[in-house]
């Protein structure tokens, strides 16, 4: 493949789920692409369609799940491989961090038996006795520390944050090319959140693997990502790069979740969360499903569905008043 092209291409990726009340519209039409090497963060609040994204990539969806749409991967269409052929791409050429290590590990194994057969099973040629030897020097790059008597612990014995290292460590055991880190930070303090981003960034510097943030923390976005994609009701609702999602957003709920987090400077006089609940993916509201919630909505709002439009280089949003939002929108309210 060409190195300039996209390491990945979502088109019009759509998952829903079969329930008894009907079909869950989990992630709709969702399109993007990630490059070689870069970090692109999706944010959005619980429920919006991040991680069912994500495990559709993976295919790891459950089977009342009905996907489509296309993906293609360094020239693959994942979509369509076989079982055997999935197989072989996850855990090597695209690995995943999930939201809680505790859950995603074998607590009957240890954590270096558990990355031993992460390595082996995609190279059957390594003997047990270089795998073991790789997991220590994976866990020492990680920051786990004393790795070799760690590595023979089971994950209860693990803190938090030790447990994300090692779900780290397990990840890049075969230098994936993509990287799907779900939530990596989640139930972590401040201190060891910036850790864990940091053992991210420097394993990424090594391997030059592309990274998928997921998260609803824009204030670990901030400093982690090259581009970012908000996520709400299963559908991307504006993309483009932090400057452009920080200083520059023209989508109200991109902005409503700024307005609705900390500012550090203390600048603001209070914070404003943003009104309401997230609708029913089984029922959604007609026209723009965020018009409930929305302080720029009009009537045409509750019968016209926005489409993401272009307001920028590489920037695009989701609003019927895209283009009117920006620098001062005060008088639109």
Same mark, same amino acid.
């Given at each position: ?15 829903? %789920? ?11 039409? #969702?399109? $993007?692409?990630?490059?070689r ?35 293609? $991967? !360094? ?21 995943? +961090? ?6 995603a ?5 240890t ?7 992460? #390595? ?20 020492q ?27 780290i ?10 990287? #799907? ?31 998928m ?28 790069? +932090?400057?452009?999602? $920080? ?17 550090? !400077?203390?600048?603001? !006089? ?10 029913s993916?089984l ?6 499903? %965020? ?7 009009q ?5 016209d ?29």
């Amino acid at each position: 493949m060409n190195d300039e092209s996209p390491l990945l291409t979502v088109d019009n990726l759509s998952v829903g %789920f079969v329930t008894k009340g009907g079909i869950v519209q989990a992630a709709t039409e #969702i399109s $993007f692409e990630i490059r070689r090497g870069e970090v692109l963060a999706v944010v959005g609040e619980s429920g919006s369609g991040k991680s069912v994204t994500a495990l559709a990539l993976m295919r790891l969806h459950p089977g009342n799940a009905i996907t489509t749409g296309d993906v293609d $991967f !360094d020239g693959r269409d994942l979509l369509n491989m076989s079982d055997a052929e999935m197989r072989s791409v996850r855990g090597s050429d695209i690995a995943m +961090i999930f939201q809680d290590p505790m859950t995603a590990m074998n607590p009957v194994f240890t954590v270096g038996s558990q990355i031993v057969e992460t #390595i082996r099973v995609h190279d059957s040629s390594v003997s047990k006795q270089d795998a073991w030897s790789k997991t220590v020097d994976l866990l020492q790059l990680v920051g786990v520390p004393e790795p070799k008597r760690r590595a023979s612990q089971y994950p209860h014995e693990y803190s938090g944050g030790m447990r994300q290292r090692a779900m780290i460590a397990m990840a890049i055991a075969n230098d994936p090319k993509l990287l #799907i880190a779900d939530e990596p930070t989640t139930a972590l303090d401040v201190t060891v959140q910036a850790q864990v981003m940091e053992v991210l960034h420097e394993v990424q510097a090594q391997t030059g693997s592309a990274m998928m943030l997921i998260t609803h923390d824009l204030g670990l976005v901030a400093g982690s990502a090259d581009r970012v994609q908000v996520m709400y009701a299963s559908r991307l609702m504006e993309t483009g790069t +932090i400057n452009q999602i $920080f200083y520059e957003s023209q989508n109200p709920y991109t902005m409503a979740l700024l307005e609705s987090i900390p500012d550090v !400077d203390g600048l603001k !006089d209070r914070l404003e969360p943003i009104p309401g609940n997230p609708p029913s993916l089984l029922n959604p509201p007609s026209g723009c499903a %965020f018009r409930p919630r929305c302080n720029y909505a009009q009537p045409i709002c509750a019968v016209d569905k926005p489409v993401l439009v272009s307001v920028g280089v590489e920037h695009e949003s989701r609003c019927l008043r895209a283009h009117e939002l920006g620098a001062d929108t005060e008088a639109l309210v």
